[in-house]
């Protein structure tokens, strides 16, 4: 039924957003290296006009080639991954009235900030002071090679800040900068704000994704 249905966007949508905040600490071997925007298009076979991140990503992506051992497939520089992250997205939003939340920010400016943060952590900004190593592995200390930038706070935060708090979405507390960055960071082609600095995150997740533990057990899929 509908309700059901909503259900389940939210699940995937949730667990999505599991995989993009989480998969950067797991202990996984990456393999991550430097390409320009249009070698990228090319091996992907992405033409010019269907690329997701086209407002958003002007720069030489850092791809990992490793596939992710809980997607089972690599959605690293995936342009079709992206599209449906974003779907779920749209899909989890008809379960609520953005007007109701806020008087400033609407859905269009929510799905704006989304999918700018997937855009950041999909297409990853090569940093071209730092050579990529053969291969990486992610300890406490250091979830992601020097070669690929950290991604500026505020893409996260601008997510909090314009997207409905029932979502459940979090960002790194401001004092975790292994994948997030106040300074020298990549922020999309856009100036860099105070908007972390005012929102004071504490925690990862929100109570939504302590909810997405018990979701989980019925066996809904991503896909």
Not at 190 to 211: D, F, I, N
Request: aromatic share 12%; charged share 20%; glycine share 2%.
């Amino acid at each position: 039924n509908n309700t059901f249905s909503k259900l389940a966007a939210m699940v995937k949508l949730m667990k999505i957003w599991w995989f993009l905040l989480f998969s950067c600490c797991s202990a996984r071997l990456m393999n991550y290296s430097c390409f320009t925007l249009q070698d990228v298009k090319r091996v992907m076979d992405i033409a010019d006009e269907d690329f997701f991140c086209s407002e958003y990503v002007n720069y030489s992506v850092a791809c990992d080639a490793n596939e992710d051992p809980v997607l089972k497939f690599n959605p690293s520089c995936n342009n079709t991954f992206s599209k449906l992250v974003l779907q779920n997205l749209n899909r989890a939003l008809i379960v609520y009235s953005c007007e109701q939340y806020s008087r400033i920010w609407t859905c269009d400016n929510c799905t704006d900030s989304y999918k700018r943060w997937v855009c950041s952590q999909l297409f990853k900004r090569c940093d071209a002071l730092h050579t990529c190593p053969d291969s990486f592995l992610p300890t406490e200390i250091q979830v992601q090679p020097e070669c690929v930038m950290k991604t500026c706070q505020d893409v996260c935060f601008q997510v909090m800040q314009r997207c409905p708090r029932d979502l459940g979405f979090e960002c790194p507390p401001l004092i975790d900068t292994r994948e997030y960055s106040g300074k020298e960071c990549n922020n999309l082609e856009l100036p860099s704000t105070s908007l972390a600095k005012r929102l004071h995150p504490t925690a990862w997740v929100g109570p939504a994704l302590l909810l997405l533990g018990v979701l989980l057990q019925t066996g809904l899929e991503l896909f």
